[in-house]
């Protein structure tokens, strides 16, 4: 039987690393993407090679999709999930920074699925799962680039799924909401680069409270279950958001209507 052949991107933690894993013990061969090379050395196995790279280099990215398809001959399934989460009012989060995060969390998905397209449209056959957010159907302050950036994730897919689905492609959206991997620590350390003036003092109290539940959150491997599950099944659903919160809030909005449910998150964050 063939191997099915799966792209990871942001592998060598969290999500990415608990969906390599996971693909490869179901029998995929896995090329395992990410900066840090020494993570990814920790997981290298018979069925999952490591590659260095940072999303936002298009050249990288179209040299290992090239290595993919010249040494399997083959590319089954793309897991776009490299991305992070740039904290800060809008007012105050630097054009640069805001930059950066599209670059990572939008373009980066955007590469890989050029990049990815002309083999699977050869093939006639191909899944991209692209890991969104809760906060890619909604938002709340403070995470205002954030879910930019996730909206768009989206919007890429929905558009992209019309496109291709006549080339046997299954274009997935795959929603998480609070998981307990190496985000929200890195996003504090983000948010400490922005500066805010006083005015703003609530909402940066309201933040760490907001991701205090994070130590008590599901880890990542019941996202990588999903993925597994929307990489292996016939006719996967378009979108799943999960655990229960994510899908909650999204229904929350659509049931309250935009004023109310803005009024009761700032309840919430007490802002
Ligand atoms: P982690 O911080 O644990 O993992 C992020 C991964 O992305 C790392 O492997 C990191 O690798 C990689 N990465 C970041 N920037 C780049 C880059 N420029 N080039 C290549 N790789 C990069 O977070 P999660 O596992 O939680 O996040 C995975 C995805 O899940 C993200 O898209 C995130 O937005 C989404 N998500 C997470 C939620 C959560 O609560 N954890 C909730 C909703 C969505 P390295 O630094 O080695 O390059």
Redesign the pocket.
């Known amino acids: 039987m063939t191997q099915h052949i799966a792209l990871v ?9 608990a969906t390599a894993q996971l693909l490869a013990k179901n029998g995929f061969y896995v090329f395992a ?4 090379m020494d ?2 050395e920790q997981i290298r196995s018979e069925n999952i090679e490591p590659i260095c ?4 280099d298009t050249v990288a990215i179209q040299k290992t999709v090239d290595h993919a398809i010249t040494t399997k001959g083959r590319i089954d399934v793309l897991v776009n ?5 740039q904290l800060g009012a809008v007012e105050c989060v630097s054009m640069e920074a805001a930059h950066q995060q599209f ?3 939008v373009f ?1 998905y955007a590469r890989f699925m050029q990049a990815v397209l002309p083999q699977m449209r050869t093939q006639n056959s191909g899944c991209i799962i692209n ?5 890619g159907k909604t938002s709340i302050p403070g995470f205002g680039w ?1 879910a930019a950036s ?1 909206h768009a994730v989206e919007a890429l897919s929905e558009t992209l799924r019309g496109e291709v689905i006549k080339f046997g492609i299954n274009v997935i959206v795959i ?10 620590a ?1 996003e504090f350390e983000l948010l400490k680069t922005v500066k805010h003036p006083p005015a703003y003092q609530k909402l940066l109290n309201a933040l760490p409270r907001l991701l205090a539940g ?1 130590p008590q ?1 599901p880890g ?1 491997e019941i ?1 990588a279950q999903a993925v597994l599950k929307a990489a292996t099944a016939s006719s996967p659903p378009t979108r799943h958001a999960l655990p229960l919160d ?1 899908k909650t809030a999204v229904i929350a909005k659509w049931f309250l209507g935009s004023r109310i449910f803005d009024w009761a998150v700032r309840q919430k964050m007490k802002i």
């Open positions: 991107t942001g592998a060598s933690s969290g999500i990415g690393k993407m990410a900066r840090r993570r990814l790279l940072d999303v936002t999930n490299a991305g992070y989460g670059e990572v969390n980066g890991i969104a957010s809760i906060l954030y996730k929603a998480p909401g609070l998981i307990k991997t190496e985000f929200a890195k994070e959150a990542p996202i994510a």
